[in-house]
């Protein structure tokens, strides 16, 4: 399973289907297994029982949840250990960008989600993190912010993190088809990028070609002055969609956040990767940036040190764009 299939479930969020036992759907097995781990939500046991009682595939199913249920008791129990566990927790290996929010850190990392639960994840990067610390965890379809809880170093530079969810914030759109993906993998330029900048201040945008000239990707930058010429490109059904959209908030004529607005209103652009690139450290405009589905929020830099951390940033997008 993916972060965000796992957290969908547990947040009955509008991306994961019809509710449970109105007749429109089968909980999934994974659903059964809480619901034998006797860690199903209340609502949704009352309903996935009803549902039970007059579904013979389901009632298959269930039977397989409860054995693996027992399995797991009795593993618990050899090891002298009882499962004090809220939620069942499912082991994924998804990449992550993982970003400080309190203390800010304009520089996220690329990490790796190792598993997930409705109440926590478990993290892995390639740096050490303070306990108590408020970060920002965004994988596919998902944004998640929580609290460190424990950091561990386990050798060759990489650190086990823990961390309780705050919050969780799903992206409305839906996943890719087959033919989608098909498509995407055989016209995507493996070693390249293109990237549209969207700044109405020259001297940001002159910054952004110097700090791009030491990516080590072949790239294509394209500006947009403003946020209705963005709009305008991005929304041109005869010009290809950029890999990575840069975009400031405070543009003329269109504001950078009716642009992303718009973008994700728009079934040709909901899936275009929108990092925001701007002054502002307001958690007003994190939040409802990140509400809208952005890969990252980075600040402009104010000194050389701020460029350097910037330009890790903006390597570590553009690969992820790429790959």
């Given amino acids: 399973m993916k972060t965000w299939e796992v957290l969908a479930i547990a947040h009955k969020s509008q991306i994961s289907a019809s509710p449970i036992g109105d007749g429109s759907r089968h909980p999934d097995q994974q659903e059964l297994e ?23 595939l389901c009632q298959k199913g269930f039977e397989e949840a409860l054995l693996f249920a027992d399995h797991l008791r009795e593993l618990l129990k050899a090891q002298g250990r009882q499962d004090v566990r809220k939620a069942v927790r499912y082991q994924v290996r998804e990449s992550a960008i993982i970003m400080l929010c309190h203390p800010v850190e304009s520089a996220p990392v ?44 386990i050798g060759n530079g990489l650190s086990d993190v823990g961390m309780v969810i705050d919050q ?15 498509v995407r993998k055989h016209s995507a330029r493996p070693d390249s990028i293109d990237v549209l900048l969207v700044e109405d201040n020259p001297a940001d945008v002159r910054l952004m070609e110097m700090l791009f000239q030491d990516i080590r990707i072949k790239y294509r930058l394209t500006v947009a002055s403003d946020g209705a010429q963005a709009l305008g490109r991005l929304l041109d059904p005869t010009i290809p969609k950029p890999n990575l959209v840069l975009l400031d908030l405070n543009l003329p004529k269109v504001s950078g956040l009716d642009v992303l607005k718009t973008l994700r209103q728009e079934q040709s652009t909901e899936s275009v990767t929108v990092a925001v690139l701007s002054s502002s450290k307001a958690a007003s405009d994190l939040q409802r940036s990140t509400a809208l589905g952005i890969r990252a929020y980075l600040t402009k830099p104010k000194n050389i040190h701020d460029c350097r951390e910037l330009r890790t940033s903006l390597d570590a997008l553009v690969s992820d764009a790429v790959h």
């Fill in 110 to 153: 690329i990490g790796q989600v190792i598993d997930v639960s409705a109440t926590g994840l478990r993290i892995r990067l390639p740096r050490p993190i303070h306990r108590g610390s408020q970060v920002q965890v965004q994988v596919e379809k998902a944004v998640i912010f929580g609290t460190v809880r424990y950091c561990r170093d």
């Fill in 34 to 56: 809480q619901l034998a781990l006797g860690k199903a939500v209340p609502d949704d046991q009352i309903k996935m029982e009803a549902h039970l009682r007059d579904c013979g």
């Fill in 168 to 182: 969780v914030v799903m992206s409305m759109r839906q996943p890719r088809t087959p033919d989608a993906i098909h």
